[in-house]
């Protein structure tokens, strides 16, 4: 395990890759030295920033003073929704770029949650067949997710993030002061993520979280820095020991082939957020893995109950109705999609307790089915599942 460093002022956490590796810095305040954090990868050059536009103020304008100072820059914001990760936003945002004159030293720069990370990482690569990226998460799902490991993508009709690129950026910057302006359901949202990293692979974490779940949301500044720069710790751990998700780093996607479901069902039209997905999808991988046998009813009860004492949904009928009520087969359908699929064949992150994750091939439908159908909006019986 590669180790954090920390300074009077932030953290540092590597990311070990060879040649691409990078650092991952974690501050509170700390948008405002980006010209010094970031002035090796900029100075002296053009600089595109894509910045969701609901974050555009103060948090883009304390970015671009800061990076005048070194680079000249220019800003495009663009909504940080589901849908914006789309064929046709990808094909406007492009051309918008290559309007301002870009050559092969341009950087961009990703403002924004995990939306616009993964779209703007995905133009990056795709720009000139590939240009220097960076990221700067301003959700907390972002933050301790999808801002690192060099994923990079967008939607198809066919499924989420079915068309993209691994492309490493060169540096993350994770300024926990952007936090202060998200709702408290985003944040919730985040805080799914952040507990995946327990239930995958750290038990310890999942007992700290327990501890110290509330103060995260609440944003205790010493309590918010230590979680994040944990996650960040774990993702990049994986990382470097499985860059391309041959192997382990499948472990991160524990509940995701059920939320990637729920949210082809629900369109990417914003009713549902990736984490409030996650979390449902977890607790359904939880219950799909006592119903095989694999785990035990307390560890279930135990991950439903902190999930839910926090404001986290945990089944599908918790919901928005499209998902609560849709057919099993259609959700299973969808699923069968997902890239971790083989010829049609489900393959589940699926534990054997808490902190004990592993990837099973091959599960029947019919068991998925049992599942979904018993945590319909209507039926109770999930619970006699994972009793």
Known sequence: MTAATTS?????????????????????????????????FITGRKVIILADQAIARPWLEQLETALSRVATCHSITTSGGEATKSFSRYTELMNTILDHGIDRRTVIIAVGGGVIGDLAGFMAASLLRGLDFIQIPTTLLAQVDSSVGGKTGINADAGKNLVGAFHQPKAVLIDTACLSTLSPREMRAGYAEMVKYGLLGDADFFDWLEQHGKAVLEQEPDILAEAIARCCQAKADIVAADEREDGVRALLNLGHSFAHAFEAEAKYDGRLLHGEAVAAGMCHAFALSRYLGLTDGQSCHRVINHLAAHGLPCWRGDLHDVVA????????????????????????????????????????REDVAAILDAATINDTTINKVIT
Do not use: C
């Not at 099993?328 to 010829?343: C, E, G, V, W």
């Open 325 to 364: 009520t849709a057919d099993s087969d259609q959700l299973i359908r969808h699923m069968a999609k997902d890239k971790k699929a083989t010829n049609g064949q489900l393959n589940l992150v699926l534990v054997r307790g808490i902190g004990d994750a592993f990837v099973k091939t091959d599960i029947a």
């Open 8 to 40: 009077p002022h932030h953290a540092i956490v590597p990311v070990g890759l060879g040649e691409r590796s990078y650092k991952i810095t974690i501050g509170n305040g700390i948008l405002e030295q980006a010209d010094q954090l970031l002035g090796g």
